[in-house]
């Protein structure tokens, strides 16, 4: 079983920054393979906001793209979030793919509002 803890998530102002980090443990961690980031704000679906696998491919979504930054030290992932604005809050899910089973952290809130 994998074990996904987040942590960096909090309250900023527009134009503010804030890093998260999301560790994964347990299980079989050779084969974690691509880590993400997702978020769900009130109301909404889940969505996409980037992945990166084990050869460094990242992917963002178009609403964040030049903002956000995702990076990876082997089985941690992070989360350079620049230039927040109101609607980038939600709660922000970690996941973590190994072989064909993928995991979800508890999530943690991100509220970005003056």
């Known amino acids: 079983q994998v074990q996904l803890v987040e942590s960096g998530g909090g309250l900023v102002q527009p134009g503010g920054s804030l890093r998260l980090s999301c560790a994964a443990s347990?299980?079989?961690?050779?084969?974690?393979?691509?880590m993400g980031w997702y978020r769900q704000a009130p109301g909404k679906q889940r969505e996409l906001v980037a992945t990166?696998?084990?050869?460094?491919t990242t992917n963002y979504a178009d609403s964040v793209k030049g903002r956000f930054s995702i990076s990876r030290d082997n089985a941690k992932v992070y989360l350079q979030m620049n230039s927040l604005k109101p609607e980038d809050t939600a709660v922000y899910y970690c996941?973590?793919?190994?072989?064909?089973?993928?995991?979800w952290g508890q999530g943690t809130q991100v509220t970005v509002s003056s």
């Open positions: 996941k973590a793919r190994v072989v064909l089973t993928s995991y």
């Open positions: 347990g299980g079989s961690m050779f084969a974690l393979s691509t």
């Open positions: 990166i696998n084990n050869g460094g």
